[in-house]
């Protein structure tokens, strides 16, 4: 500001809710990932959950950055 007398404000609230889902959706695998190293089992079922968060994830990714181009 000093050299070029501008004042940039950015808004971050669409990154803050994409991180905000992302995190939650990352908390979500990780109780997953815990009750497999807890029971030493894991399921198809678990696989399939675990496939559809990441995938749930690189959606939200997906369209943020769309939303920027």
Same mark, same amino acid.
């Given at each position: 500001?000093?050299?070029?007398?501008y004042?940039?404000k %950015?808004? /971050?609230t669409e990154q @803050? @809710?994409?991180?905000?889902? %992302? *995190?939650r959706v *990352?908390? $979500?695998?990780? &109780?997953i990932?815990?009750?497999? $190293?807890q029971?030493?089992h894991? /399921?198809a079922?678990? %696989?399939?959950?675990? @496939?559809a968060?990441q @995938?749930?994830?690189w959606e939200l990714?997906?369209q943020a950055q &769309?939303?920027?181009?």
């Amino acid at each position: 500001m000093l050299i070029d007398g501008y004042i940039i404000k %950015v808004d /971050y609230t669409e990154q @803050k @809710k994409l991180a905000a889902a %992302v *995190s939650r959706v *990352s908390a $979500n695998i990780n &109780q997953i990932c815990r009750r497999i $190293n807890q029971t030493d089992h894991f /399921y198809a079922e678990d %696989v399939a959950e675990l @496939k559809a968060k990441q @995938k749930e994830i690189w959606e939200l990714l997906k369209q943020a950055q &769309q939303a920027e181009l």
